[in-house]
């Protein structure tokens, strides 16, 4: 459409407001503020165009005065979700008028994403020791799930590419169980894994798994499931059995007197389920 065509309709919709019609014009084109002039927005509300930028309708969304830098402009699909998935009313609840950032967006009840306090590997470990914590996951298209778990895996280095894996093999359910399984496997770091590293890491997409990380997992996925023994003994009981269980369907060596432990999750591979 030329700019004269705009001029054109932009007269029409001004007459027919003059006359008492109450609609709203909309003009698709591809010409700048500076090729249609600043006397085609006379008597216009916008006074202005309105790129189709995705993330300009966020900002307006949100009603917003900044982005989070961690926001790319290249990351639309971020902001397709954020439009798709997150009602206006709490878009403006959530920012009031600051800065946008990747964390609200995470926190907030309709943002296509498990339900994490914040978009790191701690928060994804802890809210996995809720039964059906990453369900979401699959009910999403299948570019918004792999640019997630893409956005995921790089704000969060190596153990993040780890987490992000097992979550895009589809065995979120087993995120802790896989870590308390990763200490028998690779040790602190010092054990290659032998066929028992081939098998655990079929779990995580097929991913190579270098024992650093696996042995990183481990600590944290302890952690987790340390803090479950006192607050909820009988979820605690559910991880470390299913970690029991994968340990020896990939046959991982148990924990020995050759392996020290310093926590009684680190011995779950050779323990019945705790006591209430």
């Known amino acids: 459409m030329s700019s004269l065509a705009v001029r054109s309709s932009l007269a029409e919709w001004t007459n027919r407001r003059a006359e008492g019609v109450n609609d709203?014009?909309?003009v698709l084109c591809d010409l700048?503020?500076?090729?249609?002039?600043?006397?085609?927005w006379l008597g216009s509300r916008r006074r202005g165009s309105l790129g189709l930028d995705p993330w300009s309708a966020v900002e307006q969304l949100f009603e917003v005065?900044?982005?989070?830098?961690?926001?790319?402009?290249?990351?639309?699909?971020i902001a397709d979700a954020l439009l798709e998935y997150v009602r206006s009313d709490v878009a403006?609840?959530?920012?009031?008028?600051?800065?946008?950032?990747?964390?609200?967006?995470?926190?907030s009840p309709r943002t296509p994403t498990p339900r994490i306090e914040r978009f790191d590997v701690g928060s994804a470990l802890t809210t996995s020791a809720e039964p059906s914590s990453f369900a979401l996951l699959a009910d999403l298209p299948e570019r918004l799930r792999i640019a997630l778990l893409g956005a995921f895996a790089?704000?969060?280095?190596?153990?993040?590419?780890?987490v992000?894996?097992?979550?895009?093999?589809?065995?979120?359910?087993?995120?802790?169980a896989i870590?308390?399984?990763?200490r028998s496997v690779y040790g602190f770091g010092e054990l290659d894994g032998g066929r028992a590293a081939g098998r655990l890491e079929a779990r995580c997409d097929n991913q190579v798994v270098p024992p650093a990380v696996g042995a990183a997992l481990a600590t944290r996925a302890e952690q987790v499931v340390t803090g479950l023994i006192e607050s909820d003994r009988d979820r605690a009981?559910?991880?470390?059995?299913?970690?029991?269980?994968l340990a020896t369907q990939i046959e991982a060596p148990a924990i020995g007197a050759k392996r020290p432990a310093a926590s009684r999750v680190r011995q779950f591979a050779s323990t019945k389920p705790l006591a209430p």
């Open 65 to 77: 005065r900044h982005l989070d830098g961690a926001f790319r402009r290249e990351d639309g699909w």
């Open 32 to 40: 700048a503020d500076s090729d249609l002039g600043a006397t085609s």
């Open 154 to 162: 790089e704000n969060n280095g190596l153990l993040g590419e780890l």
């Open 237 to 245: 009981n559910v991880i470390i059995a299913a970690a029991s269980t």
């Open 179 to 182: 870590g308390l399984t990763a």
């Open 24 to 26: 709203v014009l909309v």
């Open 164 to 176: 992000a894996a097992v979550l895009r093999a589809g065995h979120g359910a087993e995120l802790l």
């Open 92 to 107: 403006r609840s959530m920012a009031a008028g600051g800065t946008l950032t990747v964390d609200l967006c995470a926190r």
